[in-house]
T-cell receptor, first 113, second 114 residues
Framework: DQQVKQNSPSLSVQEGRISILNCDYT??????FLWYKKYPAEGPTFLIS?????DKNEDGRFTVFLNKSAKHLSLHIVPSQPGDSAVYFC????????????FGTGTRLTIIP | EPEVTQTPSHQVTQMGQEVILRCVPI?????FYWYRQILGQKVEFLVS????????KSEIFDDQFSVERPDGSNFTLKIRSTKLEDSAMYFC????????????FGPGTRLTVL
């Protein structure tokens, strides 16, 4: 039951360029979306989130875009830095419950110096 | 900056043994969660805990699993009789309240069942 999908298992980007990570979801009840970054043997670290009432949220180098009609969100990182190399997880939750997170399978981002 | 802590970082156990994984959530948080990640797979929800009781659990969270908040700071996950397939990273998370509050994760406990 893959309610949240990240179809690219890996992505390589040159340092200084834009990294775009994509995520699709199927559950129309999801109304809050988050991106987490994860290093090996560490817990997920929160990056940025977006509520379904918005279509864009920006925080420094990170911007998340939400297209509700397409059930698609993306994370843009500009400019990409070597420290951004990690696995990025998209997660979603629905209000009214306990807001458990449903995660995607992750995209491994490698920034090439 | 406050953070979620977990102990131990790595636990090795024999099949059939009981294990207790411990977490200290962020102090003013009210919602607590356990997730796990089997190697190479995605992070999966196990259970949520609020107001001293389980609020939701996944199908993974069967009778072998239990959670407890024995005092004002600790949040534990117990697996009564471990199986080989319980080998995974277990993550504790907490959040203050509300849909738009963020869940903050601990560093995880790697459980290896032999």
């Amino acid at each position: 039951d893959q309610q949240v999908k990240q179809n690219s298992p890996s992505l390589s980007v040159q340092e200084g360029r834009i990294s775009i990570l994509n995520c699709d979801y199927t559950n129309s009840m999801f109304d809050y979306f988050l991106w987490y970054k994860k290093y090996p043997a560490e817990g997920p670290t929160f990056l940025i989130s977006i509520s379904s009432i918005k279509d864009k949220n920006e925080d420094g180098r990170f911007t998340v875009f939400l297209n509700k009609s397409a059930k698609h969100l993306s994370l843009h990182i500009v400019p990409s830095q070597p420290g951004d190399s990690a696995v990025y997880f998209c997660a979603a939750s629905e209000s009214g419950g306990n807001e458990k997170l449903t995660f995607g399978t992750g995209t491994r981002l490698t920034i090439i110096p | 900056e406050p953070e979620v802590t977990q102990t131990p970082s790595h636990q090795v156990t024999q099949m059939g043994q009981e294990v207790i994984l411990r977490c200290v959530p962020i102090s003013n948080h009210l919602y607590f969660y356990w997730y796990r990640q089997i190697l190479g797979q995605k992070v999966e929800f196990l259970v949520s805990f609020y107001n001293n009781e389980i609020s939701e659990k996944s199908e993974i969270f069967d009778d072998q699993f239990s959670v407890e908040r024995p005092d004002g700071s600790n949040f534990t996950l117990k697996i009564r009789s471990t199986k080989l397939e319980d080998s995974a990273m277990y993550f504790c998370a907490s959040k203050r309240t509300g849909i738009t509050d963020t869940q903050y994760f601990g560093p995880g406990t790697r459980l290896t069942v032999l």
